[in-house]
């Protein structure tokens, strides 16, 4: 079952784990964006263990766990998230810590996909049909 409840992926020992305040979420809504403050981190704990030690009981609403993703290379996974999420400049600069992304679960879904299917190696990447322009990549 890969359904977002249960998790994405197979039982492995380590996951990555994505939580966000419900209140950020509204916010993000009332205000017309469509991104709001999401953590993405990975544990080799249970998720719901290692998110209430970060979080303590330092805001008045408990954190949402969204989901989790499971794999065999967990580490990669995280660093796949927070690299395409830099990359498209959705990184919480004021966030007390380096996993905190401007994003959404169905853009974390499909990065996850993305990385799970893999896609055509660069070399054989082409132009678009109809498109004369040189380009690198």
């Known amino acids: 079952d890969r359904s977002p409840s249960r998790g994405l992926g197979d039982v492995y020992k380590r996951q990555v784990y994505v939580y966000y305040y419900d209140?950020?979420?509204?916010l993000a809504e009332t205000r017309?964006?469509?991104?709001?403050p999401?953590?993405?981190?990975m544990t080799s704990q249970q998720t719901i263990s290692r998110i209430f030690s970060q979080t303590g009981t330092a805001y008045p609403e408990s954190p949402h766990i969204a989901i989790e993703f499971?794999?065999?290379?967990?580490?990669?996974?995280?660093n796949a998230?927070?690299?395409?999420?830099?990359?498209r400049k959705r990184k919480v600069e004021s966030?007390?810590?380096?996993?905190?992304?401007?994003?959404?679960?169905?853009?974390l879904k499909e990065i996850f996909e993305f990385v799970l299917n893999g896609?055509?190696?660069i070399s054989e990447l082409r132009k678009p049909e109809g498109n004369?322009?040189?380009y690198s990549i």
Request: charge should be negative; glycine fraction near 8%.
């Open 23 to 26: 209140a950020y979420r509204q």
């Open 32 to 36: 017309g964006q469509k991104h709001w």
């Open 38 to 41: 999401c953590k993405v981190g």
């Open 70 to 78: 499971k794999c065999n290379d967990a580490k990669g996974l995280e």
């Open 81 to 87: 998230f927070h690299s395409v999420l830099s990359f």
């Open 95 to 107: 966030a007390p810590g380096n996993e905190w992304y401007y994003t959404t679960l169905e853009e």
């Open 119 to 121: 896609t055509e190696p």
């Open 132 to 134: 004369d322009e040189d």
